[in-house]
């Protein structure tokens, strides 16, 4: 008869352990589920230099009838301008999340 009851109660102590496992699962992944976009940006500042420097050669270059001095200030200030908004990069990932 013990041998019986021992079995028994083993039998029961597993049931209970398994069971309550299960819904520790089941209630930590509980509610709906849902996809967030997380962006960031970056802010450019390389993109400034490297635009306004060729931008100012570039303007020196191409500006005519001894305009050189103009042709570079407004080149370099056009290529900052362009070189920042080229490299601003916007860097999206996804992520999953539960709602209760």
Do not use: D, P, W
Request: charged fraction near 20%; aromatic fraction near 4%; hydrophobic fraction near 35%.
């Amino acid at each position: 008869m013990r041998a019986h009851t021992k079995a028994l109660i083993l039998a029961l102590s597993l049931g209970f352990a398994t069971s309550t496992l299960a819904v520790t699962a089941a209630e930590a992944h509980s509610g709906t589920r849902y996809r967030v976009k997380i962006c960031s940006k970056t802010k450019g500042g390389k993109g400034t230099v490297i635009g306004g420097l060729t931008g100012g050669t570039l303007g020196a270059a191409v500006a005519g009838g001894g305009n050189k001095t103009e042709g570079a200030v407004l080149g370099g200030v056009v290529g900052a301008i362009a070189g920042n908004q080229i490299a601003k990069k916007k860097k999206c990932h996804y992520e999953y999340r539960y709602r209760r």
